[in-house]
């Protein structure tokens, strides 16, 4: 007997049930392509474990020592030493392990610099110049979330969930190194 409101296959029950087995689908789905991409980060940082042509990272009693590229170094080798010599000079010493590398130049101690202070509106302005120098807008986006720029060099380094929302934000757009993309925005991901 079937009473109105009463749970049976052919009503609101059944209906749940089909619900329920398309949420279990899909969060079966969500799990395996999780894991494919825990799986091929892990690939990617065995292949290029060791390989100079990447971002290499050791960790050290006293902290840790990032090895770049050779045309990543070369291009950065100027600025750091110009850092050095900025520290050298306001702190009377040479740098050590536990200073940072961009210090606050009014403090009379070594001190992290806080990049909001210094350029407070600096991803609004890359934002609003993005497309005339040649940068996807979801980049300047994720680069502000994150903290900081993945590229084919360090994705390496990072999780998998970080450079998966990195992705995440690409794919809204146009992905960088895709045809017709900005040859600025060199990573197709």
């Known amino acids: 007997m079937n009473l109105p409101g009463s749970a049976n ?46 971002v290499q990272q050791t960790f050290t009693p006293t902290g840790r020592t990032i090895k770049l590229p050779p045309q990543d170094a070369a291009m950065l080798k100027p600025l750091l030493e110009e850092q050095r010599e900025a520290f050298v000079e306001k702190f009377g010493r040479e740098p050590g392990p536990e200073d940072p590398l961009f210090f606050d130049p009014d403090k009379d101690e070594p001190t992290f610099l806080d990049p909001a202070a210094v350029a407070p509106d600096m991803f609004d302005d890359l934002r609003a110049k993005a497309d005339e120098i040649g940068v996807d807008r979801a980049l300047i986006d994720a680069w502000e979330e994150l903290g900081y720029v993945i590229t084919e060099a360090n994705e390496h380094r990072c999780s998998p969930r970080t450079t998966s929302r990195r992705l995440t934000r690409l794919s809204s757009g146009p992905v960088c190194g895709a045809a017709g993309s900005s040859p600025a925005c060199e990573w197709s991901g």
Do not use: C, M
């Open 9 to 54: 296959s052919s009503g609101w029950l059944g209906e749940g049930i089909v619900v329920a087995k398309q949420e279990s689908r899909k969060t079966k789905r969500n799990q395996a392509a999780r894991a494919r991409a825990r799986e091929q980060h892990f690939r990617l940082v065995i292949e290029r474990q060791g390989d100079p042509a990447f």
